[in-house]
């Protein structure tokens, strides 16, 4: 809304105040990332997670505007500025420290990055992959970009896990957290 705050104040050559309706957001605003989410883990004997497998495929388009893509959000490429161009990576394999920030890895898995674990988890064998793709809609983070899909995702999987090695699932989450993250009883 401050983009289109900014661009009607310049059409009018004084502030302007903008204040819609939850039905305008919706119809006007930018979208959450629609996604498919394929979780599979291995469980031995004992009701142990051995290794957890994440892939997940992302609509997107657009984003949050910045000083340099105005087209990234419904307004600026009404007002005819260009959408950032989709241009998806090959698969790397992950290099420096964990970084979580869309939360596409488990709060269970121990986030290794070569022999180094950097997550709150301790699943130590992990897969995590997310293929993104072009949305026909204009796409935005609600809140923080994909962490309440993926988030979702994981503790409904979750709570299927827990239910399958006939565990409580909050002794069973706690479980699987790391020392440091575990709070003192």
């Known amino acids: 809304m401050s983009f289109d705050a900014a661009l009607l104040s310049q059409a009018v050559g004084r502030p302007v105040r903008i204040q819609l309706s939850r039905k305008d957001e919706n ?13 599979r883990v291995g469980v031995d004997a004992n009701g142990t997670i051995v290794a957890w497998d994440y892939e997940a495929w ?3 388009r657009g984003g949050r505007p910045g000083y340099d893509q105005p087209g990234n959000v419904v307004t600026g490429m009404l007002a005819g500025f260009q959408t950032a161009p989709f241009t998806p990576r090959a698969a790397a394999e ?3 420290e964990f970084r979580n920030g869309s939360n596409a890895a488990s709060s269970y898995m121990s986030g290794r990055i070569a022999n180094k674990a950097g997550g709150a988890g301790t ?4 897969r995590v992959l997310t293929h993104t793709v072009l949305s026909p809609f204009f796409t935005g983070p609600l809140r ?3 962490r309440l899909q993926n988030t979702f995702a994981h503790e409904c999987f ?3 896990i827990a ?11 706690l479980s699987l957290l790391g020392p440091s ?4 009883a």
């Open 27 to 39: 119809a006007w605003e930018n979208y959450g990332s629609a996604c498919v989410i394929d979780q």
């Open 58 to 60: 992302v609509a997107s």
């Open 94 to 96: 992950p290099a420096g």
């Open 123 to 126: 699943v130590a064998s992990e």
């Open 144 to 146: 923080s970009p994909l």
């Open 158 to 160: 979750f709570d299927e």
């Open 163 to 173: 239910a399958h090695v006939r565990v409580d699932p909050v002794a069973y989450r």
């Open 181 to 184: 993250t575990k709070q003192p």
